[in-house]
C-alpha cells in the first residue's frame, strides 16, 4: 500500500536543519503559543501531559517555560530530563509540531525576570519573587512538523479544486527539524 503522499503531484518533503529549522520551528510555535509538555515519566496524580505556555523559544531553538517546583512536571523531569515531547497545533489545518528532547530545570532570576508577566501571579500568587518558580529549559534533540507551502487560503482552494477533479492537489508540507 503506498503513502498518500505518492499521489502528490508536487514535492510535499522539506527537511530542515540550523537556522532555517530554528525559524519553522519559531514560526509555528508563534501560531499555537501553547504545547502539551509530555514527560517520559509519569507519576501518581498525573498523566505525564499537561498544557504549557512557551515563554520563548530562543535564537538556538531551546524552549523555555516556567513550572512551579511542587509540579507534577518537576517531579517527572527529576526522574527523567531526556524523555520530553512537545506537541503543537497552530491551527485546525495547519502548524502542527512534535519536538524531543531534553529539559533542565533552574531557579535563574535572571531568566524568570526575562519570561515573566503579570498574568502569571495567577499560578505564582507570590509575583515574580515567588520561590516556587522554575525555569524549564527544553533543549531539543529532534522534530517534526506539518504545515501548509502557501497558507490556509491557498491549501483550501486546492482542497476544494482537487475535490472536485478527483485529484489530490494538498498544499501541505513536512519534514524533520535538527537544530543542532
Request: glycine letters at 10%; a negative charge; proline letters at 3%.
Amino acid at each position: 500500500m503506498s503513502s498518500i503522499n505518492a499521489n502528490q503531484s508536487e514535492d510535499n518533503r522539506d527537511d530542515m536543519s540550523g537556522a532555517e529549522a530554528v525559524t519553522k520551528i519559531k514560526e509555528l510555535v508563534g501560531k499555537a503559543q501553547t504545547c502539551f509538555f509530555v514527560t517520559g515519566a509519569v507519576v501518581e496524580g498525573s498523566s505525564g501531559a499537561r498544557p504549557m505556555n512557551v515563554r520563548k523559544v530562543d535564537d538556538d531553538g531551546n524552549f523555555w517555560f516556567l513550572s512551579a517546583s511542587d509540579s507534577h512536571l518537576n517531579e517527572e523531569l527529576a526522574i527523567d530530563p531526556d524523555g520530553v515531547h512537545l506537541y503543537f497545533q497552530g491551527s485546525p489545518h495547519s502548524g502542527f509540531l512534535h519536538v524531543q528532547g531534553a529539559a533542565t530545570v533552574s531557579r535563574d532570576k535572571a531568566v524568570i525576570h526575562e519570561l515573566w508577566e503579570p498574568l502569571l501571579k495567577t499560578w505564582f500568587t507570590e509575583g515574580e519573587a515567588d520561590e516556587r518558580i522554575t525555569v524549564i529549559k527544553v533543549e531539543p534533540n529532534g522534530g517534526y512538523y506539518w504545515d501548509t507551502k502557501h497558507g490556509i487560503l491557498v491549501a483550501g482552494i486546492k482542497m476544494v479544486i482537487g475535490a472536485l477533479a478527483g485529484k489530490t492537489l494538498d498544499d501541505s508540507v513536512e519534514g524533520t527539524l535538527k537544530v543542532g
